[in-house]
Every structure is written in C-alpha cells, then in structure tokens.
C-alpha cells in the first residue's frame, strides 16, 4: 500500500513538472508567433482595460478650473 501511494505521490509531482498535456500555441511556427504577437499586444493592453474598470481615465471633477461639458 506505501509503494502505491508513493508512485502515485511520484507521478503527480513529475507530472506537475512536464507542463501543459495541451499546447496553447500551434504547433505550425507561422501561426504559432501570429498567437504570440496576439497575445503580447493583449498584455501591453491591460493597463487601459485596468484604467477604464476603475474609472481612471475619466476627467476629476474636483479640478478648480470650471470645465464646460455642453457643446460651446
């Protein structure tokens, strides 16, 4: 019974180590960094998607210069 649990203890931590059992990116290397481009251009993004979710890229309105919001 400790032999079982011991191999099974050993496979779990050697599995943990092999990576992925599916792929994220292609195989084909031409549609492998097309996906790598598409996800690196999706991370440099993630700092306006951050400001937009909490509001950051809206004027303050506690700014002392009067700010017209109507069309002049």
């Known amino acids: 019974m400790r032999r079982l649990i011991y191999a099974t203890l050993l496979g779990v931590m ?22 790598q481009i598409f996800t690196s251009e999706d991370l440099r993004q993630i700092l306006e998607v951050w ?9 303050d309105h506690m700014t002392p210069q009067r700010i017209h919001g109507g069309i002049i």
């Not at 050697?14 to 996906?35: E, F, K, V």
């Not at 400001?51 to 004027?59: K, T, V």
């Open 14 to 35: 050697i599995s943990a180590c092999a990576g992925c059992i599916i792929p994220i990116y292609s195989a084909d290397p031409a549609r492998r960094t097309r996906q």
């Open 51 to 59: 400001e937009r979710i909490w509001f950051l890229d809206m004027p």
